[in-house]
């Protein structure tokens, strides 16, 4: 069975000090893998995707994230949070195209504090 | 510009009275599909559509009808809306080799 687990559901950071926003999947297959971030009244944006490349993916706004076969997570990190960066964040899982077979995370919201 | 358009992107409409969200892509996807997202449950599948004519359920099909009578749109039907159906919907585009989701704007849905 595949599924894709966000472990916070918020998480509170301070401007300025490192974003870490956990994601663990569960695939019998070798997945691809996605970040999405949604700001209020917005629809969902692709921050950043691994697709069986490069392990470290960077993405747009300093966002990167680490594929770790042998842990099976997906991890988003930033170093410095900004205030821009307060949304709800999605981790989503596929296995292959041409079918429906897309798991998403409940999301993780968050918060930025000046 | 490659893009995902819903319309309308708000609405209040009455119990009963049916209404139509649009959806159109312009990046020649086989699969499109229907979300609804709801506080505290993520986003959730309504109907999906592998390619023309060719549509199947998703996890909350109850309420709700799709058409996929051409490649680039695959509406959304709530024949009788019900306060329940009160939801932020979202359509997607899938395509390449990684299976990259691409989203419309929403449409915030209101039944009363």
């Known amino acids: 069975a595949q599924s894709v687990t966000q472990l916070d559901s918020h998480v509170s950071v301070s401007e300025g000090t490192p974003v870490l926003l956990r994601c663990n999947y569960s695939?019998?297959?070798?997945?691809?893998l996605f970040w999405y971030v949604q700001h209020p009244n917005k629809g969902l944006q692709l921050l950043l995707k691994?697709?069986?490349?490069?392990?470290l993916v960077k993405g747009i706004n300093g966002f990167e994230a680490e594929f770790k076969k042998s842990e099976t997570s997906f991890h988003l990190t930033k170093p410095s949070a900004h205030m821009s960066d307060a949304a709800e964040y999605f981790c989503?899982?596929?296995?292959?195209?041409?079918?429906?077979?897309?798991?998403f995370g409940t999301g993780t919201r968050l918060t930025v504090i000046p | 510009e490659a893009q995902v358009t819903q319309n309308p992107r708000y609405l209040i409409t009455v119990t009963g009275k049916k209404l139509t969200v649009t959806c159109s892509q312009n990046?020649?996807?086989?699969?499109m599909s229907w979300y609804r997202q709801d506080p505290g449950l993520g986003l959730r599948q309504i109907y999906y559509?592998?390619?023309?004519?060719?549509?199947d359920k998703g996890d909350v099909p109850e309420g709700y009808k799709v058409s996929r009578k051409e490649k680039r749109n695959f509406p959304l039907i709530l024949e009788s809306p019900s306060p329940n159906q009160t939801s932020l919907y979202f359509c997607?585009?899938?395509?390449?080799?990684?299976?990259?989701?691409?989203f419309g704007e929403g449409s915030r849905l209101t039944v009363l």
């Open positions: 997607a585009s899938k395509g390449g080799n990684t299976g990259e989701l691409f």
């Open positions: 695939s019998s297959y070798s997945p691809s």
């Open positions: 691994y697709t069986s490349a490069a392990t």
């Open positions: 989503v899982v596929t296995l292959r195209t041409g079918a429906n077979n897309l798991f």
């Open positions: 990046m020649n996807h086989e699969y």
């Open positions: 559509s592998m390619n023309v004519e060719v549509t």
